[in-house]
């Protein structure tokens, strides 16, 4: 079986409860996100970047976020949350293979943090670290 493409991945993470933009993330059609404004009354209350032309919600229905993007990462992990009681979730389900992997990619493996932190999240059931 192959690897999941950042597409797929991305997909992945936008389907698991918690889920929330976050300013800095990079979409796979190269949008950044500036802001969120949940109470700006726009449809999804983002703001953001494509080209440095300032775009405003609905920057394209089908946009999911570029896990191989580095700030990206950096956004999952928080929505991930505190690590200890994401190993304590992951032993529990005997998921330690997502564990090692998102281990493995945090001292070794750089590029690959985002799509661990998605697997996590989907072990998970959830971003635990993402609020409701």
Do not use: N, Q
């Amino acid at each position: 079986m192959s690897e999941k493409t950042a597409e797929d991945w991305g997909r992945v993470a936008v389907s698991l409860p918690g889920w929330r933009w976050m300013p800095g993330m990079r979409t796979i059609h190269d949008i950044i996100i500036l802001d969120v404004y949940p109470e700006s009354g726009c449809e999804t209350g983002v703001f953001a970047s494509r080209g440095g032309t300032v775009i405003v919600a609905g920057f394209e229905d089908d946009d999911v976020p570029d896990p191989d993007d580095p700030a990206t990462a950096g956004c999952l992990m928080a929505l991930l949350g505190a690590l200890g009681p994401i190993m304590d979730g992951l032993s529990l389900a005997g998921r330690m293979d997502v564990w090692s992997r998102l281990m493995r990619a945090l001292m070794h493996d750089p590029k690959d943090i985002g799509r661990a932190c998605i697997a996590a999240a989907a072990a998970l059931g959830r971003w635990p670290g993402g609020g409701e």
